[in-house]
């Protein structure tokens, strides 16, 4: 499984989205999440992006307030999902027009139902922009 | 009814809630708890919309503030099975992040997630995939298989993707399932829309990580892939597995090692690249080559501003280093500046760089280089840099070191470094270099001084520790030592009392051996010089030292020689290490007595070392920690004897009348017990202990347990325990009838103990077996127990010593090494049951593959007529598959001859699961069986066509003729 988790968080270290593809307990995911946010949000914009942490290897970007923290194995590449990331970003962007924190609070299962094209059970699936979005407007449409 | 329509009507929606935490950013927690209290009337709903927002409010709850959700489960199933889509939405979401394998309703789920698979709505079935992906259980897995087999080739691409994708779950959870849907997970490496391309390709990646080898034979395909994909993803991914693959086999490497150059060579993404990079230096470091252009490419990333690159060029470079050495030097000094970089993570890796190429040529060089930085920088990396050259120098048993006294000296300059939190190590490595190398104890006690007389460290807590160390390497190798009067005052010094009582325990007790050290060599100095040239026997009678034999009394003799030139030699302080080894060698084989006058011992010198002793220690006696005040009661007690007999001491002829003396036999038998050398002690060394004949640990701990029932005892009574339990340790046979007793009624006076001291136990749930054990972490123990660790040390030191053969290597000092290894025992790795069978499976339905795209040509029918009756034999067995399975687990049971083995080995597989699974699994078979029985004609055929190779496939996989 390449991708195990994808957190996004705010500047002040509240997730604001939660995405496991393995099962961890609440309190273990709390702890994870406090450890890698004070990890992670410690580091200027000048340091690179990647952070190991227990068995995981952080990637992380920070799009103005908003961290989007993914942890992957070691062995993946972690260009790749830099690039990943901001695809998400862009996919988010298109939909919400210009993205942030509170489009993603108020609208928390389209976030989800975008990952959820985009990532299945750890693999990406979908690079599309397009093809992420399709479903999201056509039950925007419906309803 | 009522309650519901009003429920909906006031319902708080999920963007209400959010306000509402917004607005109440003080009493968010107030706020939550009564929100939740609202929710939990609601999911109570009949109507399913109202549900359907409570449930998404918890889940909204459950996964940003950490809510327990789990009580809600069967709401969550309960909502699944709505016909809305937008409920469907909300309670997949909700099982996704809540279910687990012991979620007891997931079982609950197995109709409606079939339904949903099977479902005309593309989004039902990619919802329910999604939540499948993430909370299948073995048995949904096992249930569902042949949903996602179909979903496998669904003609919508956006189903069979994710179809794809989840089949990894279902493989690690029913590895079985291999049977049936590898071929067409296959078949997807050939479809034409991209993304089910990559998705296959993420997941044969991600096996071919975990078990590279089943994977073999699908190289055509990947290379087919490798050569004719333009997506960057797909290509990432083949990259990756051509990296896993290659090593495994030669021909392989060598036909993709020209694409991957290319790759590296010409594309435009610097994702792609860096895996072909990656890869090269990893699996392909042969190819001298691939490794020049990826060290080319690893420069670029090393002289980039993106500091991303930089820390990726450097990771690629710590692969590379311990191959390619030259490649680390061609870059050493981006290296060596990034040491000081910005990023923490940055320094670290270059940190890493350089400890990969640590060697015996040049560790002494970058551990200097090392030190320096560390001196500079911040506390944490300055750690960073102690740690990694500690554990480097000290990897195998200090394999890298060749001089001891520049690694001693190091060890003492690290503890100088204001960071310096490491203690703990260096702290080990000093003790540990002592026991093991003879030559380093020298320079050890030099250091040790050094450290010891600055009583700036003992400010210092985290150089305690090391403080401790040297205290104990002083004492222990106090024969060393250039001058014991100051090694004295050290110890003594009364900035000691800043130490934690453990530490100023073993200076006392280093202090003691000191002591006795001094005391031995003023006493029986003189006489030595004038006995052994004559006539050794002639002294050994005169001693008349009962229990030492002659040996020990001769190696004291010469102990004492090789201190006394150095005793002498107090005045040429600047004097070289070697020159001081070459007068003791000399000095160890003529005695000379030119050194007699030169000895450091006197009458008034031995006076005034004892009234400092007692001056200093003479307030210790009344300490509290028991530790302290026993050792320094030991001292005060022994000088108190001394004292008394002193004055009558005189000197007759050069040598002490020492007739009605007690106190000289007594300082003799000290200095003999602690001329016994210590020895390193393997971890596994208590298991080797044979436990004593007469020693029947639960009786005599029935009396230990009486005394430690009766908790009353005043603290000064700690010192009464040592009666029993030495008489544990020598094995005095014990009357049974006494002691059986004894343990009836301690048992009860242990669990009272227990219960008021329950701090001091380990905690246990097995209560009868605590029965045979002292309290383990008693305090009032400690001292016992220390004895014991210590005659622990000698005794298995002269097990070890009749073991071990040191090699006498002439550069480097003999190291002492343990036979068995000085790491713990590492338990023998498990074979990841599932993981074997996946493989198992999967190599199974490969090899009927080959077979089959073999056999295409020509012999088709042939064989397959050849196999009819043979197949026929196992499709009337009644557990068929199951014998799959028993092959899988026992690889060398491949041979189809032998059924009857392989009986035996299902039964084996058998005792892995539960029963409870195996009914059900036996009776689905069954049903199964009638279902499809095409498919199992198929399994069959596969697994008979492997059952032949299975075990040659493992040694030379079979690889199509085109590659090579």
New interface residues.
């Given amino acids: 499984?390449?991708i195990r988790f994808i957190l996004m968080v705010n500047k002040q270290g509240?997730?604001?989205?939660?995405q496991?593809?393995e099962?961890l307990?609440?309190?273990e995911?709390?702890a994870l999440e406090g450890e890698i946010v004070r990890k992670c949000l410690a580091?200027n914009e000048?340091?690179?992006?990647?952070?190991?942490h227990r068995t995981y290897k952080i990637v992380y970007r920070r799009y103005a307030s908003l961290f989007f923290l993914v942890g992957v194995d070691n062995?993946e590449?972690?260009?790749?999902i830099?690039?990943f990331i901001h695809l998400l970003v862009e996919t988010m962007d298109r939909h919400f027009g210009n993205v942030c924190e509170l489009d993603i609070?108020?609208h928390?299962?389209k976030a989800?139902?975008m990952l959820?094209?985009m990532v299945?059970?750890?693999?990406?699936?979908?690079?599309?922009k397009a093809?992420i979005l399709a479903?999201i407007q056509?039950?925007d449409k419906a309803? | 009814m009522g309650s519901s329509i009003m429920d909906s009507l006031f319902q708080r929606s999920l963007e209400d809630l959010i306000k509402g935490i917004r607005l109440n950013l003080l009493t968010e927690p107030t706020f939550i708890s009564k929100s939740t209290d609202d929710i939990r009337r609601e999911i109570k709903s009949t109507d399913l919309h109202t549900k359907s927002v409570a449930l998404q409010k918890l889940t909204y709850l459950s996964a940003l503030y950490g809510l327990d959700m789990s009580w809600a489960a069967f709401h969550v199933v309960e909502l699944m099975s709505s016909s809305a889509f937008a409920h469907k939405k909300i309670a997949y979401l909700a099982a996704a992040h809540s279910f687990h394998a012991a979620t007891d309703v997931s079982l609950l789920t197995t109709h409606q997630f079939r339904k949903d698979l099977n479902s005309a709505n593309p989004f039902e079935v990619s919802l329910a995939l999604h939540c499948f992906s993430i909370i299948a259980t073995p048995h949904l897995a096992r249930e569902l298989t042949p949903e996602i087999f179909t979903l496998l080739s669904s003609s919508k691409p956006s189903i069979g993707k994710k179809a794809v994708a989840v089949i990894l779950r279902v493989f690690s959870q029913y590895p079985d399932a291999a049977r049936v849907c590898f071929k067409r997970l296959v078949e997807n490496l050939e479809s034409s829309d991209p993304h089910t391309l990559s998705a296959a390709m993420g997941v044969f990646c991600e096996l071919a990580v975990k078990d590279p080898k089943s994977y073999l034979p699908l190289a055509p395909e990947f290379y087919r892939i490798l050569v004719d994909s333009r997506n960057n993803w797909v290509l990432i991914k083949a990259v990756k597995i051509f990296g896993k693959l290659a090593p495994l086999e030669p021909r392989l490497a060598m036909r993709v090692v020209e694409p991957i150059c290319e790759y590296m060579r010409k594309t435009g993404a610097k994702s792609l690249m860096f895996e072909c990079v990656r890869t090269v230096v990893t699996s392909l470091a042969e190819y001298e080559s691939a490794v020049k252009l990826a060290v080319v490419k690893i420069r670029e990333l090393l002289v980039d501003d993106d500091s991303n690159l930089k820390y990726l060029g450097l990771q690629a470079l710590t692969v590379v280093a311990p191959k390619h050495l030259w490649a680390v030097l061609e870059n050493k000094e981006v290296v060596i500046k990034s040491l000081s970089d910005a990023d923490p993570n940055i320094k670290l890796e270059s940190l890493r760089i350089l400890m990969v190429m640590v060697s015996e040529r040049n560790v002494a060089e970058i551990s200097r280089v090392l030190v320096n930085y560390a001196i500079k920088s911040d506390p944490e990396f300055c750690n960073e840099i102690l740690g990694s050259i500690l554990s480097a120098c000290s990897r195998n048993v200090y394999e890298i070191i060749e001089d001891f006294d520049w690694y001693v000296s190091l060890l003492g300059e690290m503890s100088r470094i204001p960071h310096c939190q490491k203690g703990e190590e260096i702290e080990h490595q000093l003790i540990d270099i002592g026991m093991r190398v003879k030559d380093a104890r020298l320079q050890l006690v030099r250091v040790g001084r050094d450290l010891l007389i600055d009583p700036a460290l003992l400010g210092n807590p985290f150089l305690h520790r090391i403080l401790s160390a040297a205290a104990w390497v002083s004492g222990e190798y106090v024969e060393f030592s250039k001058n014991p009067f100051e090694l004295m005052e050290a110890l003594l010094q009364p900035r000691i009392s800043l130490l934690p009582p453990s530490i100023r325990a073993v200076y006392v007790q280093s202090a003691f051996k000191v002591l006795i050290f001094c005391l031995h060599s003023y006493l029986f100095y003189r006489e030595t010089i004038a006995c052994s040239p004559s006539s050794p026997d002639n002294f050994v009678s005169e001693s008349k030292c009962p229990g030492s034999d002659s040996a020990i009394v001769a190696a004291d003799c010469q102990q004492d020689e090789v201190f006394n030139p150095r005793a002498s030699n107090q005045s040429f302080e600047d004097a070289s290490t070697e020159d001081v080894e070459d007068i003791t060698v000399t000095h160890a084989q003529i005695p000379n007595s030119a050194s007699l006058g030169k000895d450091g011992f006197t009458h008034e010198s031995i006076g005034n070392l004892l009234n400092l002793i007692e001056v200093a220690l003479g307030p210790l006696s009344g300490s509290r920690e028991v530790e302290i005040q026993e050792r320094a009661r030991n001292v005060l007690g022994l000088i108190e004897l001394i004292k008394q007999e002193l004055p009558g001491l005189v000197k007759k002829e050069g040598n002490f009348e020492r007739e009605g003396l007690k106190f000289p036999k007594i300082i003799e038998l000290m200095h003999d017990a602690f001329s016994k050398e210590l020895g390193p002690v393997a971890a596994n060394a208590q298991e080797r202990v044979p436990i004593p004949d007469g020693l029947i640990l639960r009786e005599n701990l029935g009396d230990l347990e009486m005394i430690c029932g009766n908790d009353q005892l005043p603290t000064s009574s700690s010192f009464s325990f040592g009666i029993p339990h030495s008489k544990e340790k020598v094995g005095l046979p014990q009357s049974k009838g006494e002691s059986s007793e004894a343990s009836t009624e301690s048992t009860s006076l242990l669990a009272e103990h227990r219960k008021l001291h329950g701090l001091y136990y380990l905690p246990s749930e097995k209560n009868d077996v605590s029965n045979d054990y002292p309290p383990a972490n008693d305090p009032k123990l400690q001292d016992n127990l220390n004895d014991d660790a210590k005659d622990l040390v000698k005794l298995t030191e002269q097990s070890l010593l009749q073991k071990k053969k040191p090699n006498h290597a002439k550069p480097r000092p003999v190291v002492v090494k343990l036979d068995e290894g000085d790491e713990a025992p590492i338990a023998a790795k498990k074979l990841e049951l599932k993981e074997d069978l996946l493989s198992g499976a999967v190599r199974d339905v490969l090899l009927g593959n080959e077979a089959v795209s073999t056999s295409q040509s020509n012999l088709t029918d042939k064989s397959s007529s050849k196999r009819r009756g043979k197949e026929k034999l196992n499709t009337d067995h009644p557990s068929g598959p199951k014998e799959v399975l028993g092959d899988v687990g026992n690889p060398n049971m491949g041979n189809p001859s032998s059924r009857r083995s392989k009986h035996h080995g299902h039964g084996k597989e058998r005792r892995h699961r539960s029963p409870r699974k195996k009914e059900k699994e036996r009776e689905e078979n069954g049903q199964k069986d009638k279902q499809k029985s095409s498919h199992r004609h198929n399994r069959h055929k596969s697994r008979q066509r492997a059952e032949g190779p299975n075990n040659v496939v493992t040694q030379t996989p079979l690889i199509p003729d085109f590659l090579l």
Avoid: D
């Fill in positions: 499984m390449g509240q997730t604001r989205l939660a496991y593809y099962y307990n609440l309190e995911r709390r580091r000048q340091q690179c992006s990647f952070v190991e062995g590449n972690e260009l790749a830099l690039e609070m108020f928390l299962e989800h139902f959820e094209e299945m059970n750890g693999c990406i699936v979908e690079t599309s093809n479903p056509l039950m309803s």
